[in-house]
């Protein structure tokens, strides 16, 4: 893989004066993993200085997930908190899993063991992380969000040694805005990653340090959200459905959710497996088509869109479990990779795991070493273990994949094989060598009408004036051999339309065509960094502050 330099290296620009900022622990990312971590840190030993950086610009704007949740760890971490719950937290109800076809479905008679919800919860991930902010503040824990740690700090052996902030007022062309401000850097004993599904500083670290070389490559799907509020009545709060089959294709793994809340509002979305191979397949257009589904259309009409976004999901699993610790950090949460994809679930794994990162290094001097060894021993991978070829099963088709995760279930894991997990970005075919698949499409009435519209529900917003914070090695790769071998699937598989080959005139009057990256509709969700088929495409973090505003998500 191609390894991109950083937009501007930090040794590039050390003569600009910055300040530093000194703690034990910086973490970066405050998600459940970055926030269980710290507050289990300061319960641990409330004298150790703890600073969470945020790059959203509050804490909980980045979040999207479906969720529900299992409580155990929350119980753990929190043992009082079902008294003052989040605002969002509805009691998992009944359970329905159906099978779609275009015109109807059928509810099967059973839920997979996996996915049975009793005593669990359906949250907005995105309002729980906001309420835990600031029960980290309240033991001592400094948040600051709106500060995008674009780069890594290392000593002349590597070590980590921190983090630097992404220096904020620098216009497009990389000269400095009457705004400027030089990013600081904060500096600490330990550094640790919670950023979420490919983080862009763990993407790096994992390259500079070979914490793959043991691993499968990492497995992703995209998952594309909205939140309704539908007309009175409709909603059964607790509900919670899950579906396979239409519009996917028996290649494809694709499957929908709908989770009822309070005050008739309903989370859907619709998860789509990254290592498709069909060039043309529109993971956004795939959920809008479920939503026309006759069996989901009905409880959405009349309704409106509150909010909306996409993100990418960890689903390589334990085969894909990188090393979780280097000299002077370590990984946890979904940059390490710990969502169980059976279940449909990460939350509880990444409180778990960053309980266990707390508990490790203050029983060890805040040194990272002997975490990767702690975390392999832990419930967290155990539980990916057990279901490590449920997902690479159905790489094989639908079918095969059914019956392979209903024997993985019945044996526990037991088989004594371990199926592997390719790059998401090999799995496409080019264009002449793949199988067109019949689309068995509807004609769509629910908003929004296009992905632009889209944009508008995730309240995503960039200076126009920015370097672009995806970067593309080579356009003209683009222009020349990927519009030949596989027509562009960049203006395809983002959700939000950054990606558009666009008819552009030559300085002697010619015609063709360029990449033009409409980098401000960029809501974070990676997907372009993870099935680019060349590999060219990085995702860097833009200024801080920058991207989705996501409600209740």
């Known amino acids: 893989m191609q390894d991109l330099p950083l937009p501007v290296p930090p040794e590039a620009d050390d003569a600009i004066e910055r300040d530093v900022m000194e703690y034990d622990v910086v973490t970066v990312g405050a998600g459940p993993a970055g926030l269980a971590f710290a507050i289990r840190l300061k319960q641990l030993d409330p004298g150790i200085s703890v600073c969470v950086i945020e790059k959203s610009s509050t804490v909980g704007a980045h979040i999207l997930s479906g969720a529900v949740i299992e409580p155990g760890p929350l119980d753990a971490l929190l043992p009082g908190w079902r008294d003052t719950p989040p605002p969002i937290c509805v009691p998992a109800g009944e359970d329905e899993f159906w099978f779609l076809g275009k015109d109807g479905g059928r509810k099967l008679p059973f839920v997979p063991p996996g996915m049975r919800n009793h005593g669990n919860f359906i949250v907005s991930l995105g309002a729980m992380c906001a ?98 509020q539908v007309p009175e009545g409709r909603a059964v709060p607790g509900k919670i459905v899950h579906t396979l089959g239409w519009p996917a294709d028996t290649h494809t793994y694709g499957g929908g959710f709908l989770y009822h809340l309070r005050n008739d509002q309903v989370a859907l979305g619709y998860v789509s497996g990254l290592d498709y191979r069909d060039p043309h397949y529109k993971p956004w257009e795939a959920f809008q ?31 894909s479990l990188p090393r979780v610790e280097m000299p002077g950090a370590l990984l946890i949460g979904d940059t390490a990779g710990l969502l169980n994809v059976p279940k449909i679930k990460g939350t509880h794994q990444a409180i778990r795991s960053g309980m266990l990162a707390a508990e490790h290094l203050a029983g060890n001097g805040l040194q990272p070493a002997g975490f990767d060894a702690r975390l392999r021993a832990s419930a967290a991978a155990a539980e990916l273990r057990q279901v490590r070829n449920i997902k690479p099963g159905f790489k094989k088709g639908l079918w095969f994949g059914l019956a392979n995760a209903a024997w993985e279930t019945v044996v526990k894991g037991a088989s004594p094989w371990t199926l592997k997990v390719a790059p998401d970005w090999s799995s496409l075919d ?23 519209q889209g944009v508008y529900y995730a309240a995503t917003e960039h200076d126009e004036d920015q370097p672009v914070h995806l970067k593309v090695a080579d356009p003209s790769i683009c222009v020349d051999r990927c519009t030949v071998e596989y027509a562009n699937p960049c203006t395809r598989f983002c959700p939000v339309g950054v990606y558009e080959m666009v008819e552009d005139a030559g300085p002697d009057g010619s015609r063709g065509r360029r990449l033009q990256i409409n980098a401000a509709n960029c809501v974070h969700c990676k997907t372009c960094d993870i099935k680019d088929p060349y590999e060219i495409i990085t995702w860097v973090t833009p200024e801080g502050g920058s991207g989705p505003n996501y409600q209740n998500l």
């Open 131 to 228: 309420w835990l902010a600031p029960q980290a503040e309240a033991l001592g824990v400094e948040i600051y969000a709106g500060f995008a740690a674009a780069h890594t700090l290392h000593d002349a052996d590597g070590a980590v040694l921190g983090v630097r902030i992404g220096d904020m007022g620098v216009a497009r062309d990389g000269s400095h805005k009457p705004g400027y401000t030089p990013g600081i850097d904060i500096r600490a004993k330990v550094t640790v990653l919670a950023e979420g599904a490919r983080g862009h500083l763990t993407k790096r670290l994992v390259g500079r340090f070979g914490l793959d070389a043991g691993s499968d490559p990492q497995g992703y799907s995209i998952g594309i959200k909205e939140l309704w």
């Open 430 to 452: 080019k264009v002449g060598e793949h199988e067109q698949p019949r689309r068995d499409y509807v004609e769509r009435t629910l908003p929004p009408r296009d992905r632009l």
């Open 289 to 319: 088509q479920w939503k026309n589904h006759p069996l989901v259309a009905p409880l959405l009409e009349g309704g409106g869109i509150l909010s909306a976004g996409a993100r990418a999901i960890v689903t390589g699993g334990w085969q």
